[in-house]
């Protein structure tokens, strides 16, 4: 299925039913009365995130979706039913925006959070409801509502622990493929990887995270340039950001050091937050430089320096897998680390609030 992560759709809840204007008319009952029912309520429309969708493809074909409407209301006092809620199933990391206004109407991330995005019409009161000592007849009574009509931008966001970043062809896609079971296209020409792509990387038993490997990007990419940066707020919810350096690019193209600050200044125009996230040097494809699996440690030295790196510095083949089962082992140390940290913040800011 082709992954989509952007879209538009029309919503509409349903409208509530009119309220009944009726008399009591019964054999041998002196004396009558109004008794018409209060209409339904129509139902709401939700949004709601699914562990097992991945992509936003099936709103291509069904873009309009409406709620049940309720119904009128009846003679004897009989309400009207009302209409049935549509809950419209999402990817987890679907973020929801008004298209008309952009109001940002919030987002669903977790399985099975739901999200209200288009409010019921009322229903309408019957001429019961408007009795009194000064009117007891009386034929009044209040039509339903309409529910909210809305169009919907839906901007699906990947939901990851760790994220790549690197030039085409870097290694990226051979990374995942090395450390998850995921399947990504690989190949000696650019672009391989059309869109996004997530595996699970299984350190060891109840120990595992989820590493997303986004189109590379080239310089001049904020212009619109290759895939421009179409895909990089995939990046947004990651915890940790590779950047994957290829230490053997093919002849005619960009030399490490070039390609390795391109992409930080890329990054740097396309979200500062995101540039100022932890970020992990890796330096891919040490198996081509012809230096055995001892003499790996000075790989690269020139790239570190000519980009002053001072953060963690990681030398691997992912190819032959050489290097990869130390950084996920440092990795998956890491995110446990953050999470560990964020756990105990979170424990001290409920104690002060009581």
Not at 7 to 21: E, L, M, P, Y
Not at 124 to 137: D, E, I, L, T, Y
Not at 323 to 347: A, C, F, H, N, P
């Amino acid at each position: 299925m082709k992954f989509v992560d952007e879209v538009t759709v029309r919503v509409q809840a349903g409208n509530g039913g009119d309220g009944c204007s009726s008399f009591r008319r019964e054999k041998y009952i002196p004396r009558g009365g109004p008794d018409g029912g209060d209409g339904g309520d129509g139902g709401n429309v939700y949004l709601v995130a699914k562990a097992g969708i991945n992509t936003l493809a099936d709103f291509r074909v069904a873009r309009r979706f409406k709620a049940g409407n309720g119904q009128p209301g009846m003679g004897k006092n009989r309400t009207g039913r009302s209409g049935e809620d549509l809950y419209i199933e999402v990817p987890q990391g679907t973020r929801v925006t008004e298209s008309e206004t952009n109001e940002v109407l919030g987002e669903v991330v977790e399985h099975d959070e739901a999200l209200l995005v288009a409010a019921a019409g009322h229903g309408g009161k019957g001429n019961a409801r408007f009795k009194s000592s000064v009117n007891q007849a009386p034929r009044k009574f209040t039509p339903g509502t309409p529910g909210e009509k809305r169009v919907l931008q839906l901007e699906l966001t990947v939901l990851a622990d760790v994220g790549l970043l690197g030039f085409p062809n870097a290694g990226k896609s051979t990374l995942i493929r090395a450390v998850s079971a995921a399947q990504p296209k690989v190949a000696d020409y650019p672009f391989t990887t059309l869109y996004p792509n997530l595996g699970v990387v299984a350190v060891e038993a109840h120990r595992s995270f989820v590493m997303a490997d986004i189109p590379g990007l080239i310089e001049g990419a904020a212009e619109g340039a290759g895939l421009g940066t179409r895909f990089l707020k995939h990046l947004n919810r990651t915890s940790l950001l590779l950047h994957i350096v290829d230490l053997a690019p093919p002849p005619g193209t960009e030399d490490p050091v070039t390609a390795a600050h391109a992409i930080v200044s890329e990054l740097e125009r396309f979200s500062p937050e995101l540039a100022a996230r932890e970020r992990w040097l890796i330096l891919n494809k040490i198996d081509l430089l012809g230096e055995g699996d001892g003499d790996s440690a000075g790989i690269g030295d020139e790239v570190v320096t000519a980009l002053g790196w001072e953060g963690p510095v990681y030398r691997i083949s992912a190819l032959n897998k050489e290097g990869t089962r130390e950084l996920v082992g440092d990795i998956m140390t890491r995110l446990e680390e953050r999470q560990d940290k964020d756990s105990t913040s979170d424990s001290g800011s409920a104690a002060d609030a009581i």
